[in-house]
């Protein structure tokens, strides 16, 4: 009898987070399975296959080993980054290839959402992917936020010049602009990437790019300092940074020099972290890292959740149990033993 399996779905360059959760499992009596999805189809194999009842069984083989899906009790979407296509590949015959991947991948792991662990309970998936990128959306999030009582700041989503000049102007020129959705193409650590910016007037006359990727403009939020805040189920974690001293960072702390900015622990109000577990459960999400400013007169101000957001600092550096707590959605109480893999 072996053990009951979570797999956790990430990428070659993963490091951290994806150690410190697989310990987590395996103390909660499951094993862990490392699967980098960047290496897939090359070194992965993916079997999105059906009984003769129609049920769908997801297969996994890597490393030599094939894992049947009764083994499995819980999947953790922690990065999906698909692979590069082999050098020198026709650039049609390359994109296509990564398409089909992708589909394929995804076809596989929808299979999970409808399947019963041994034990007969649903196989816990943190987070579903369809419901991943129906959540990356800002303004969905931000309808959510408002639907939850949470302050958000005002908003226009446009790709018409004209709007965003009117808007600037309604709003006094306190105007920062940034992306609808996160801007990732590759995990390469010189991929592009898009800060919020604050909008000067004299930018107003430069906003030709819109007619080719509408933007996200919002009237800028006076910071006493910033939350991020860890959500897992009904469970908050919450750190704060305060980059006002820093010229660069002072919009957007992730700009800031090293050595400017730091996290600190966040005593996070229990109305505030109740409200933003309700916005992660409204999204359809198990886990998010929510974006809130802390204004100079104590108000909070929802920004964003971003559904696969970054968590490691505020466990390294803070002590949060976030690695316990995602083991904790991924392994039932008592996973019980099953026949995992032949």
Not at 194 to 214: H, K, M, N
Not at 284 to 295: E, K, R, S
Request: proline share 8%; glycine share 8%.
């Amino acid at each position: 009898m072996k053990r009951p399996i979570v797999l956790c779905l990430t990428h070659t360059r993963d490091h951290y987070t994806i150690d410190r959760v697989m310990q987590e499992v395996a103390a909660r009596g499951a094993e862990p399975i490392r699967v980098d999805v960047d290496t897939y189809p090359a070194r992965v194999g993916l079997d999105a296959g059906f009984a003769p009842d129609g049920a769908p069984r997801p297969t996994l083989t890597t490393d030599g080993r094939t894992v049947a899906p009764e083994a499995v009790v819980g999947v953790w979407c922690r990065k999906l980054w698909a692979a590069k296509p082999p050098e020198g590949l026709d650039p049609q015959m390359a994109a296509a290839c990564v398409r089909e991947a992708i589909s394929a991948r995804d076809l596989w792991l929808a299979g999970f959402e409808s399947r019963l662990t041994a034990a007969g309970a649903p196989v816990a998936i943190v987070n579903r992917p369809i419901a991943e990128q129906m959540a990356e959306n800002k303004g969905r999030q931000l309808a959510a936020a408002r639907a939850c009582g949470l302050a958000t700041p005002p908003t226009l989503v446009s790709n018409r010049p004209e709007a965003v000049r009117a808007f600037w102007y309604a709003q006094g020129g306190d105007v920062v602009a940034k992306m609808l959705t996160p801007y990732s193409i590759s995990m390469s650590a010189d991929s592009p990437f898009v800060y919020t910016s604050r909008i000067a007037e004299a930018d107003l006359e430069a906003l030709g790019g819109l007619r080719q990727s509408p933007m996200v403009f919002q009237r800028r939020v006076p910071k006493a300092c910033e939350l991020r805040v860890i959500v897992v189920g009904d469970r908050a974690f919450a750190g704060k940074i305060d980059a006002r001293g820093s010229a660069r960072g002072e919009t957007d702390w992730r700009r800031a020099s090293v050595g400017e900015v730091s996290w600190q622990p966040a005593a996070l109000d229990d109305d505030l972290a109740r409200r933003l577990c309700a916005v992660v459960e409204r999204l359809g999400l198990i886990y998010g890292a929510a974006d809130v400013i802390i204004t100079p007169d104590g108000e909070p101000v929802f920004l964003e959740v971003n559904p696969s957001g970054e968590w490691g600092m505020i466990e390294a550096q803070l002590g949060a149990p976030i690695a316990a707590a995602l083991a904790r959605a991924l392994v039932p109480d008592e996973p019980g033993s099953v026949e995992t893999v032949r």
